[in-house]
């Protein structure tokens, strides 16, 4: 069975027309699902029953059913595991800083980048999400939300999986959202994540969306970057740069680099000067956040010491970065990666090794 959130606007007004449903009924269910964040059919009060009752009969409400929920010690995330109706597993954070309430989602059940680092790559391939199973993990925080006189205020696509390799998808998830006549969130406050998949930066640069870019970048030179993230044999540096820079000249944004910083790895003066040289003229911000071990990696997170260094070589050499403080690390947000909420930008912030 489809869920109701695969269908684009217009999906659904051909739907209810092949149901000799009045045109104004699509609008009526539109705005009860993603302004009024009804959760099932019989919440979409300004329908007749009988719809509601063949819409029920035909779609899926809830893909997701949560296995798992943590919070962290301080309150201040939450994550949930959920299982999607054929047992595959995928995860979804909401982290709460100051007046951010940010949801981290999936586009993916596991990856297939295999980042030698990273918990979801370890776990290898399982499948796409639909757009609609991207967009329920939103929905289900969204109405939480606004139980509790809340609301969202930013959306990052850096939950488990390569949303670049699942580009459609995403892209209806992120047109379903931005929608004006129903969820209406602003593309500026959602930010994609992705490995590095040069045509896919380019497809994206050519869509002139709104949406903020991030790169996971790791290290600024090929040998350790393929070491750390294989796609980079396809897609070495070089070319990543000249997708990037034709972003940043097409869009006129500003990119992210990500950096997990990996003692005695990417920490080293080399790796900022390298980056610096990659980086030069180009309009970007550097996220630097602590390493989070996983089971199939050795690696630890750099010491504080050496995270204030590699920021110091980077500003000396003109490039913003940020060091950015894991948060949630004692429920294991983030798909054991990325609870990489942003502190206040420029002030540091400490860096413990995992406490675990
Ligand atoms: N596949 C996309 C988005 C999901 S991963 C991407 O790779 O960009 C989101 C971010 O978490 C990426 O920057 C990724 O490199 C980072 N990450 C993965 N594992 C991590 C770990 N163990 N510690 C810190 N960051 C990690
Ligand atoms: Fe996939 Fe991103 Fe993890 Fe790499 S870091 S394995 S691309 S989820």
Known sequence: MRSIYDLSFNQLEAQLAAWDQPRYRALQVWQSLYHDLAAAPEAITTIPTRLRQRLAAEYRFASLSRLVEAASSDGQTRKYLFALPDQHQIEAVLMGYARRRTTCISTQAGCAMGCVFCATGQMGFRRHLSAGEIVEQVLVFARELKHAGDRLTNIVVMGMGE??????????????????????????????????????????????????????????????????LPINKKYPLAPLFGAVRRYAGATRRRVTFEWALIQGQNDTPQQARALATLAAGLPCHVNVIPLNPTRDYTGQAATRERAAAFQAALAERGIPCTIRVRRGLDINAGCGQLATEASHPGKRLPIRNDPR
Do not use: C, W
Request: charge should be negative; hydrophobic fraction near 45%; glycine fraction near 4%.
């Open 163 to 228: 949303p670049f390799h699942n580009y459609e998808a995403t892209m209806a998830a992120v047109d379903l959202l931005n929608d004006p006549r129903g969820f209406n969130f602003g593309a500026r406050r959602i930010t994609i994540s992705t490995v590095g998949l040069v045509p896919m930066i380019d497809r994206f640069a050519a869509e002139k969306r709104q949406v903020n870019l991030a790169v996971s970048l790791h290290a600024a030179t090929d040998e350790l970057r393929s070491e750390l």
